[in-house]
C-alpha cells in the first residue's frame, strides 16, 4: 500500500550516503555480483492473485509481526514508531495520491497544484472526502495540524524544516502571531499554502500535511493534553477507508468499514489486525489465521515461502539498516542538535574504520537469504531518480581499518591486542542494538567481533540487546551510555534528507551538524532544485560529503516480504498503484489452511 509519509522508527523518515572505497577491480566485480544476484536471486512479486468469487461479511486478519506491543498513539502530529503508523494506515491513509517515484499526483482525497514561481500550493479537497462521524474534512482539518505541531507546548518531533518553510509557522510558534499566515482558506474544501521558498521537496509533500487531524474535536484539547487524549489513544477518527472501533492496548485493533469513505464502504467491512510474536508466526499462517503480514522478518523466509496457503508479494523496501556515531546532544530550547567535537567518536577515521571492518554483503547472504544487500548509500534502490547505481558503498577492508585507526592514534600501548585512545587510556565503545527477530543477536556479536579484530574494545550497551520502545527512547534521549548503534529508518515517500540530517532534524539521532551540510543542504532545499539535473547534482555533493564525514554509515538495502492469504483476490504493492485496502476482496469465510 502506498505511503505518502511515514517516519519509522524500525524504526524509521530519508538520507543518502555515497561512497567508494576498495580497488575498482573489487568494486565492479561487487556491482556485478550485485546485478547477477538480482537476476538470479529472489525476485519482485509485486502482484499477488488468487482465483474465487468474493463472499460478503468476511473479516481481513492481519497480522504484525513483533515481539514488542505497539505505543497506541494514533495521532498524526504525535505518532512514529512503525506500529502506530501502519494502524494509522488504514484509518488515515489516502488523502494524497502519488505516482511510481511517490511524486504527488491528483486523484486521491485532494489534489494539490502546484506554483513554483509563485512559491506556493493550493489544495483541492475531494467534496465527498468526510471523517467517520460525518463530519466532512475541510480545510480547517489542515490548519489544525498545522496548529498543533507549530504550537509551543508540543513536544513532537514533525516541527521540521520542511514544516519551517510554510510562512508565518515560526511567528505563530514564537508567540508572536495568533494565526500561520501563510495558511489561506479560500473555502471549506480549497486552501492555499505559501512558502518562504519552493523547494523540491514540496513536490513530494514536504512541509505538507500528509493527513488531516479532526479539526471540530482537537481545537479545544489544549496540545499539551492530545498525546494521551482519548481521542488519540481510545476514539481517533478517521477519514480513510477504515475507522478504529475496538483497541485492546498494544495488541489488537479492530477496525469497521468508515460508513462517509469517499470512494464509497470497502468490499471488507471488517478488519482484524493483531500483533503476533515472530515465534508464532509461521504456525499461525500454515494454521490459516491470518490474511495478510505486516513486517515479515526475512529470516523466516524460507520458512514460509514454501507454505501451500500462501504467497508472498516482495519489492525493495523504503528504508536501510545504519549503525549510527554518537556525536552531540538535542539541544530542546533551541530545537536543534549540538555537535561535540570532543565526543568520543569524534574522530572521522574511527568511525571510517568501524564501516571497513563489515563485510554486509556477507551478512545479508548468511543471515537474510539475499533478500538484503549492501547499502551503498543512504538512497534506497526505491527512488531511482536519485539512485547512483556506479556508487558501491563500504566494503570489507580489514587492512584499511587498522591503518585509519594507526593514523588517528589508537593504538595497542599494553599488548593486550585491544587499542587504547589517543592519550593510551582504555578505550571502550558502548555499542546498543534492538532485540526481536533470530538473527539480531548474532548479527549484533559479528559486529563486536570484527570491531574486535581491529583493536577495538566493543560491548553491547546494557550488556544485552534492548526492546525496541526502549531503545528508540534511549537513542531519542541521548542516552550517555550509548555511543554507537545499530538502527533503522522508513524513509516514506520523500527523499529529501532534512528531516533526518539537518541541524533542526529532531531525527537526527548522530546529532551531527556543521556549516558545510547546511550548505548543501540549503542547494538540495532551493528553489533551483525543483531542476531534475541541479537536484541530481546536490544529492550528490550531500552524498559524498556525508561519505567523507559518515556520522552514520548504511549497511542493508531491504526487500519488504508480505505473505499473503490464498482467499485474498488481489494484492498489490506496485508503487503509484491504484489498488488500495478500499478494493480488498476474500473469496471464503476464513483464511485457506
Known amino acids: 500500500m502506498k505511503k505518502l509519509s511515514k517516519l519509522v522508527a524500525l524504526c524509521l523518515a530519508t538520507s543518502f550516503l555515497f561512497s567508494a572505497c576498495g580497488k575498482s577491480e573489487k568494486k565492479e566485480s561487487n556491482g556485478t555480483k550485485q546485478e547477477e544476484k538480482k537476476e538470479a536471486g529472489v525476485q519482485d512479486n509485486l502482484v499477488v492473485e488468487n482465483e474465487g468469487t468474493p463472499v460478503e461479511n468476511a473479516t481481513l486478519k492481519v497480522a504484525y509481526i513483533s ?3 505497539f505505543t497506541g498513539i494514533f495521532h498524526l502530529a504525535f505518532a512514529t514508531a512503525d506500529p502506530d503508523m501502519q494502524i494509522l494506515e488504514y484509518s488515515a491513509g ?3 495520491k502519488v505516482d511510481e517515484n511517490f511524486k504527488i499526483v491528483n486523484g486521491g482525497g485532494a489534489d494539490v497544484e502546484f506554483k513554483p514561481e509563485e512559491k506556493k500550493i493550493i489544495v483541492t479537497i475531494n467534496e465527498k472526502y468526510t ?9 480547517a482539518d489542515f490548519l489544525e495540524y498545522y496548529k498543533i505541531i507549530a504550537d509551543k507546548d508540543y513536544t513532537g518531533v514533525r516541527f521540521t524544516g520542511e514544516i519551517r518553510n510554510v510562512v508565518g509557522i515560526e511567528e505563530y510558534h514564537d508567540g508572536k502571531a495568533k494565526e500561520i499566515s501563510g495558511f489561506k482558506t479560500l473555502s471549506d474544501k480549497k486552501f492555499e499554502v505559501n512558502f518562504k521558498e519552493f523547494t523540491p521537496s514540496i513536490l513530494w509533500g514536504g512541509g505538507i500535511p500528509s493527513e488531516p487531524v479532526p479539526s471540530h474535536k482537537l481545537k479545544d484539547i489544549p496540545v499539551k493534553e492530545q498525546e494521551a487524549h482519548d481521542i488519540t489513544r481510545k476514539n481517533p477518527l478517521s477519514p480513510g477507508p477504515y475507522y478504529i472501533k475496538e483497541i485492546v492496548p498494544g495488541q489488537q485493533v479492530i477496525f469497521e468499514a468508515n460508513p462517509y469513505y469517499y470512494k464509497g464502504q470497502p468490499k471488507v467491512k471488517t478488519v482484524i489486525w493483531k500483533i503476533v510474536p515472530s515465534a508464532q508466526i ?23 515461502k514454501d507454505l501451500k ?4 508479494g516482495i519489492k525493495d523496501e523504503l528504508s536501510y539498516t545504519y549503525i549510527g556515531f554518537k556525536l552531540g546532544k538535542w539541544d530542546k530550547e533551541k530545537g536543534e542538535v549540538v555537535t561535540d567535537p570532543n565526543a568520543k567518536m569524534a574522530d572521522v577515521k574511527l568511525r571510517q574504520a568501524m564501516a571497513y571492518a563489515i563485510d554486509n554483503d556477507a551478512v545479508g ?13 543512504l538512497m534506497i534502490p526505491a527512488f531511482k531518480e536519485f539512485y547512483d547505481n556506479s556508487l558501491k558503498g563500504y566494503t570489507l577492508d580489514v587492512e584499511k581499518a587498522k591503518q585509519l585507526l594507526d593514523e588517528a592514534g589508537y593504538k595497542d600501548v599494553n599488548g593486550d591486542g585491544l587499542r587504547e585512545d589517543k592519550n593510551g587510556q582504555p578505550f571502550k565503545i558502548k555499542f546498543a542494538s534492538m532485540s526481536g527477530g533470530a538473527v539480531q543477536e548474532p548479527i549484533a556479536n559479528y559486529y563486536i567481533q570484527q570491531w574486535r579484530s581491529i583493536g577495538l574494545d566493543v560491548e553491547l550497551a546494557t550488556g544485552r540487546l534492548i526492546e525496541f520502545n526502549s531503545f528508540y527512547e534511549k537513542i531519542q534521549n541521548d542516552d550517555p551510555e550509548i555511543d554507537v548503534y545499530q538502527g533503522a529508518w522508513g524513509t516514506g515517500s520523500n527523499p529529501n534528507p532534512n528531516n533526518l540530517y539537518g541541524k533542526k532534524a529532531a531525527f537526527n539521532f548522530s546529532r551531527f551538524s556543521s556549516p558545510e551540510l547546511d550548505t548543501i543542504l540549503a542547494k538540495i532545499n532551493s528553489f533551483e532544485a525543483v531542476d531534475k539535473d541541479f537536484r541530481s547534482k546536490a544529492y550528490k555533493e550531500f552524498a ?3 561519505f567523507e564525514n559518515a556520522p552514520v554509515v548504511p549497511t542493508l538495502f531491504r526487500k519488504t516480504i508480505v505473505a499473503v492469504n490464498n482467499r485474498i483476490k488481489k494484492w498489490d504493492i506496485t508503487p503509484g498503484s491504484n489498488f ?9 469465510e476464513e483464511p485457506v489452511k
Open 67 to 69: 515481539d514488542s506491543p
Open 94 to 96: 489516502g488523502t494524497f
Open 131 to 139: 471523517w467517520n462521524d460525518g463530519t466532512p474534512v475541510t480545510s
Open 282 to 304: 509461521v504456525a499461525a499462517l500454515q494454521a490459516g489465521e491470518y490474511d495478510v503480514t505486516v513486517g515479515l522478518n526475512s529470516d523466516l523466509y524460507s520458512k514460509v
Open 309 to 312: 496457503n500462501i504467497k508472498l
Open 365 to 377: 547472504a548468511k543471515f537474510f537469504q539475499g533478500l538484503r544487500r549492501n547499502a551503498t548509500q
Open 544 to 546: 559524498n560529503y556525508m
Open 580 to 588: 488500495g485496502l478500499y478494493d480488498v476482496e476474500l473469496t471464503s
